[in-house]
């Protein structure tokens, strides 16, 4: 079917009632899709579902579009594709019920041929909301793409292009494509099925031709072998790409076509060589992600998704995790292109509710379905290794919730046998019927915060009770997850010696820990951090506590973000990324983060999901001569740190934590640099210099140019830079952008965890010297010439060209 974007030309408005449908209308926006209405309603203390949204409210939206149905139409088939609509989504073609979907992140289709007029103008609506269904932000509304699909009566399935590669060895790959065609018309029809397939560069390496007969309304697989000679493999360091197309002719020329990626690649797993990819052993350095955007909020726009992998990516990472529910499909596209290892998740609860109207409600229901369009969605993604079947479900610990695992397991292996299945086991919520008398016999948190009571923790799935409740909700899965689980790596390969295991869901804090579990034993495959991008909503649950905080799970308002992640949400790596890039053995610089010298009386170490206070910078308010605690990163035994030129302190690396030295330093401005030695010998260094102060404003586009396409973005890093080039991060100020040219400002903040401030305003605060705008075209080419103004400084200004979408 000719699939074509159906994004343009929406209005958006909160969704009413029939009877106050009587009183003045509600205003109404037009948007381009994909589009978040939770994030455009603004945020508030009361009136909101609190720190778990992020202060954001809840609501229920109508989203409404005209479009033009020619009459040749009626011999056609018409479907509307949805890649995401959050929550409860009802689809009505003007004004009649036409479709509907309860998951807010599966994609689905609706039919529209028995709702249009043909010559005319027609009118789809759609209405979602979104209300106490969420224990992190969800956004609200389309915040996936749509598609119009519009194909001859006899055409492929939406999702009936499946390709697997059964045999693969140096000079001949096999690539199996299996086609479902159906027939909606009256009669027989027959068909010739011509497929072929395209190496990266486009050249067709192999095809296949057959005829098909298909009766009136059947459906029928076809199923043809493309042989591959000299297969270029894809894997995370060369992810090669093959086209398939299939196309279907008669005698009046061509019926339809399908088309789509995949790559050459298998997948094994057993507990002595642990996760192979193509033979190889693959360690798995993973990052759990939300699927916000940050200052986009749900707003899954194609070039967004591409760019938080690449940024992934580039700090170090080859896996991300989705949490907890399925990526988006331009996510996936961006992990196949970029080489980036993929565990797609399906929910974060079964039939046990976490908040008051969440998807447990609807799951006995529409589980079968929802699984049904992820294995549809990812089958041909070679990035996708893993179904995740649920996230710290709360009735795995019960025979019950195995059986519940069991049924989802193999629903998924009956469509798509080729991959692994898991499941995010949380041995804590095994035994939750015995933690009120093990906390009474337990001491109380001495420090205050919430990280501290997050201790016990891993002493709690460490005890064999939690061992006996998982057994059979382990036996369903080809991996066994585990979140905060590591110190039953060891145990249950005791018990369980055919058991492989990934650390699903971890503390950010205790990678080196991990990681040398995760190396030094074959049947653990990985880690998945969490997390790897930070987001919003579970307001602050990574924020450094100190004596004076309330001991609480989330911030009070204005916080915004979680503050946990390696990557703040405008994108810019956090102290802890370069400290894991450490670990894993991907950096042998050193790296050098200073702690916040306001704090220096209650100094706060990394614990469960917040890394220590620091920052890589040498600019402080404060006087000279002040002490302030400094942190190197490194893989060394010894550091040595220079003020100026002038031996100011040496550490050893190791001592309170593998790969880190810390060291009291007076604080002077100037250049501290840190040397790494490693048996005497230097082996690496890195500087900080102080900033003089802001001169000007440094604007970086992260590419020169875009597409009119509105799946496209551009962003605009922002600094406050002193005269030499230097950021400054003590001296915040406003600054405001302004476009001229074919485009719009998406979006504009900075990663303030706490902050009162929209993204969609002209106009924010930089924090700690920076901020980041998102430019979208708005459709056709051109110039767009940016100007960012701050007061005191010159204007800068950048222009960015718009071409013709392809």
Request: charged share 20%; net charge negative; hydrophobic share 40%.
């Amino acid at each position: 079917m000719i699939r074509e974007p159906f994004n343009d030309g929406w209005r958006v408005s909160g969704r009413t009632s029939l009877f106050e449908q009587f009183m003045p209308a509600a205003a109404t926006t037009e948007v381009t899709l994909p589009h978040d209405a939770m994030l455009a309603a603004g945020r508030s203390a009361e009136g909101s579902d609190g720190s778990h949204t992020g202060y954001h409210r809840p609501g229920a939206w109508r989203y409404d579009k005209d479009f033009e149905v020619p009459a040749e139409w009626a011999s056609k088939r018409v479907t509307f594709e949805f890649e995401g609509v959050y929550r409860d989504a009802m689809v009505y073609v003007n004004d009649v019920f036409a479709g509907q979907w309860a998951n807010g992140y599966a994609t689905f289709h609706v039919a529209a041929d028995p709702y249009l007029r043909y010559g005319a103008t027609n009118t789809i609506r759609v209405e979602a909301q979104a209300h106490k269904d969420s224990r992190w932000y969800s956004g609200g509304g389309i915040h996936r793409p749509v598609h119009l699909l519009i194909g001859d009566l006899l055409h492929v399935t939406p999702a009936g292009l499946r390709v697997t590669t059964p045999q693969i060895d140096d000079d001949l790959a096999v690539a199996a494509v299996a086609t479902e065609v159906i027939n909606e018309g009256t009669g027989t029809r027959t068909v010739d099925v011509l497929l072929q397939v395209r190496d990266g560069g486009g050249a067709v390496v192999a095809e296949d031709r057959v005829p098909l007969t298909v009766l009136a309304g059947e459906r029928a697989t076809v199923r043809q072998r493309a042989y591959l000679r000299r297969p270029a493999l894809w894997s995370v360091d060369a992810p090669n790409l093959y086209t398939a197309t299939v196309r279907l002719t008669d005698a009046g020329g061509q019926v339809d076509e399908a088309s789509t990626t995949f790559g050459v690649r298998s997948v094994t797993v057993d507990p002595f060589h642990g996760l192979r990819i193509n033979g190889e052993t693959v360690k798995l350095r993973g990052a759990c992600v939300h699927h916000d955007n940050g200052p986009l909020g749900a707003a899954a726009i194609a070039r967004a998704e591409e760019r938080r992998v690449q940024l992934l990516k580039d700090a170090g990472f080859n896996a991300i995790r989705s949490a907890h529910n399925p990526l988006s499909t331009a996510m996936l596209a961006a992990c196949d292109r970029l080489g980036m290892l993929v565990m797609d998740e399906t929910f974060d609860m079964w039939t046990v509710s976490k908040t008051d109207d969440d998807y447990a409600r609807r799951f006995p229901q529409w589980w079968e379905r929802d699984v049904d369009a992820l294995v549809a969605k990812d089958f041909n993604h070679p990035s996708v290794i893993f179904y995740s079947i649920g996230n710290e479900i709360l009735e795995i610990g019960t025979p019950h919730g195995a059986r519940w695992g069991r049924l989802l397991a193999e629903r998924i292996r009956a469509q798509d046998p080729t991959r692994l299945v898991t499941n995010a086991l949380n041995g804590m919520l095994a035994i939750m019927d015995l933690i009120p008398a093990l906390m009474a016999q337990a001491a109380p948190a001495e420090n205050g915060g919430f990280n501290d009571l997050l201790d016990g923790m891993g002493a709690l799935a460490a005890l064999p009770e939690v061992g006996e409740r998982i057994a059979e909700s382990a036996a369903v899965l080809d991996v066994v997850g585990l979140n905060y689980g590591d110190s039953r790596y060891l145990a249950d390969h005791e018990t369980h010696p055919n058991r492989v295991m990934v650390g699903t869901e971890t503390f950010p804090t205790q990678i080196d820990q991990y990681w040398k579990l995760v190396t030094e034993h074959g049947h653990v495959i990985g880690d998945f951090t969490w997390t790897g991008w930070d987001y919003l909503g579970e307001s602050g649950i990574g924020r450094p506590t100190y004596p004076d905080d309330p001991v609480a799970f989330g911030a009070p308002y204005p916080w915004l973000t979680a503050s946990t992640g390696d990557l703040d949400i405008t994108g810019r790596r956090r102290p802890v990324s370069y400290y894991r890039e450490t670990v894993y053995g991907l950096r042998r610089d050193p790296y050098l983060a200073v702690q916040r010298p306001e704090h220096r009386e209650h100094p706060f170490r990394p614990k469960g999901w917040a890394w220590s206070d620091s920052v890589a910078s040498w600019t402080w308010d404060v006087p000279a001569g002040t002490p302030v605690t400094v942190e190197v990163y490194a893989d060394a035994d010894e550091i040595e740190l220079l003020l100026d030129g002038v031996t100011v302190a040496k550490a050893p690396v190791g001592v309170d934590k593998a790969f880190l030295a810390a060291a009291e330093v007076p604080y002077e401005p100037g250049t501290l640099e840190a040397v790494a030695y490693q048996d005497g010998t230097e082996t690496g260094r890195c500087r900080l210099v102080t900033a003089g102060a802001p001169a000007r404003l440094l604007v970086t586009p992260d590419r020169p140019g875009l597409s009119a396409d509105a799946q496209d973005l551009a962003h605009l890093d922002i600094r406050l830079v002193d005269e030499r080039g230097t950021v400054n991060p003590v001296s915040d100020r406003t600054v405001t952008v302004t476009l001229d040219g074919p485009a719009a400002l998406q979006a504009l903040g900075t990663a303030r965890p706490s902050t009162e401030e929209p993204f969609q305003a002209n106009s924010c605060t930089t924090y700690e010297g920076h901020a980041l705008a998102v430019l979208r075209p708005t459709g056709v080419d051109g110039r767009v010439t940016v100007t960012v103004r701050a007061d005191g400084l010159p204007p800068a200004t950048v222009t960015i060209e718009v071409t013709p979408r392809t």
